[in-house]
């Protein structure tokens, strides 16, 4: 587990970006039931404390927020600190296999697109959101 002084800057700039945190599994089974049962649409954050994470992912995903159309819903779910959650997350994104940071997009009440950390890793937030963007557009979010 990652010391408190680590996780919640982290945490504090996740919701500040508008994103829902889901940190039981419960949480998690009841918003893709959702999801699933009104198709709407939605973006997964699998959040990490590496570099990445902070220098590539969340960032992007702020700039991708300000585009029209984007997800109706917006939740993120914290690798290696939220680990029952995650993993409860993960099962839906078969066949993707684990990967920290991701971004995962539904749409329709269903994944329609998985962004893994190789996509991530390395590349600006501005490169990371113009695909987003391109995503939302695509799939009418």
């Not at 702020?62 to 819903?73: F, G, N």
Request: aromatic content about 6%.
């Amino acid at each position: 587990m990652y010391p408190a002084h680590v996780v919640e800057p982290i945490r504090q700039e996740t919701t500040h970006i508008g994103l829902q945190e889901l940190r039981t599994p419960e949480e998690v089974e009841k918003v893709i039931s959702e999801i699933k049962a009104t198709g709407d649409s939605a973006l997964f954050l699998i959040n990490s404390v590496c570099g990445c994470g902070a220098a590539s992912a969340r960032p992007a995903i702020a700039l991708a927020l300000r585009h029209s159309p984007r997800p109706k819903r917006l939740y993120s779910v914290f690798a290696g600190v939220d680990k029952e959650a995650t993993e409860t997350l993960r099962r839906y994104l078969a066949p993707h296999p684990p990967s920290s940071p991701s971004i995962a997009l539904w749409a329709g009440g269903k994944l329609v697109h998985f962004i893994p950390r190789h996509e991530i890793e390395g590349r600006s937030p501005d490169i990371i959101a113009i695909t987003l963007t391109a995503l939302f557009d695509e799939y009418r979010v």
